[in-house]
């Protein structure tokens, strides 16, 4: 019996928002020198949040854990042909091509995040600004990756994905809920993204 | 620079590269970004020397060929930097005929 369950602790949905407003701003400020600062703190938030997340895929949740939900290309596959024959498979919580962009989009921003601040510190050459672009335009492309494939699984499913990375709730059967929202685990993650990135910024 | 002054003489034909009109657009205050009103604000009154980022603080080798040899060797990166910073502190895209003459007023002075 699917029910309506707590799928999505509180470090998995605000680490998602800061990653999203962080990535946005930062991608809006990027060429700009009298936003300098505003793009290295947006853009160090980013990061430290991936860098949280990697952490938080041992240590989380159940639905946040990479073994819960890092899957081949193969089973990707295998879900994509579900959604194409309008039969999809469903999961509680990432599917294995949702789970593929997680795990893009997370190395991206590490790659991002460090030849950014590298090149902000002037250490290394030209190259690390090359792959600071080359890996921010990749990031870009796989965020639209991932927008379509949310609104492609929203229909499919005909559930409201974007509003269960904002309140935490999906269907589901009853036994795959989590136990609790992690609030303490939340407070550090805003203290440890705000204060690193306000470090990196300097 | 020979790039940019080609591209300017075809766009007006009869047109030199002027050290003194870059030297002009050099110091002129265009007051579009309050940081960063002129180039000034960031690579000092004199391009030979070193400058220093108006919003960061960070330092930045001087702009001028003649203290830093690497200045304007390449191209793609002399177009990002023109097209990033006229864009901020001039307000509009930079002309060639402004690119040539600036880099003139930058290698051999006014």
């Known amino acids: 019996m699917m029910k309506k369950i707590l799928v999505w602790d509180l470090p998995v949905r605000l680490g998602h928002w800061l990653m999203a407003g962080g990535f946005a701003l930062a991608w809006a400020t990027g060429d700009s020198e009298s936003w300098r600062l505003v793009h290295v703190f947006a853009g160090g938030t980013v990061t430290t949040v991936a860098l949280f997340r990697l952490v938080w895929g041992v240590l989380g949740s159940k639905h946040a854990r990479f073994a819960s939900f890092v899957r081949g290309p193969r089973q990707a596959l295998e879900y994509l042909k579900s959604l194409l024959r309008f039969s999809p498979q469903h999961y509680t919580g990432h599917n294995p091509a949702g789970g593929l962009a997680v795990m893009a989009l997370l190395l991206l921003a590490l790659a991002s995040g460090a030849s950014g601040w590298l090149t902000y510190q002037e250490m290394g050459g030209e190259w690390l600004e090359e792959l600071h672009e080359f890996a921010t335009g990749l990031m870009l492309a796989v965020v639209f990756v991932h927008i379509a494939g949310v609104l492609v699984g929203s229909l499919a499913h005909w559930e409201n994905l974007p509003r269960a990375m904002i309140t935490g709730f999906k269907r589901g059967e009853p036994g795959e809920a989590i136990s609790g929202q992690r609030r303490f685990a939340a407070v550090l993650l805003i203290g440890w993204a705000v204060a690193s990135a306000w470090w990196l910024a300097q | ?110």
Not at chain 2, 65 to 74: K, M, N
């Open chain 2, 1 to 110: 620079m020979e790039t940019y002054a080609a591209e300017a003489a075809k766009q007006a034909p009869g047109y030199q590269p002027s050290g003194e009109r870059g030297a002009a657009l050099y110091s002129k205050r265009f007051g579009v970004s309050e940081k960063m009103p002129a180039c000034t604000a960031c690579h000092t009154e004199t391009p030979d020397q070193a400058g220093r980022h108006a919003v960061t603080g960070k330092a930045i080798k001087p702009l001028g060929p003649r203290a830093e040899a690497a200045r304007f060797t390449d191209a793609a990166k002399t177009e990002k930097w023109f097209r990033r910073n006229c864009s901020e502190v001039v307000g509009r895209e930079c002309s060639a005929a402004e690119k040539a003459d600036f880099i003139l007023f930058l290698t051999e002075g006014k």
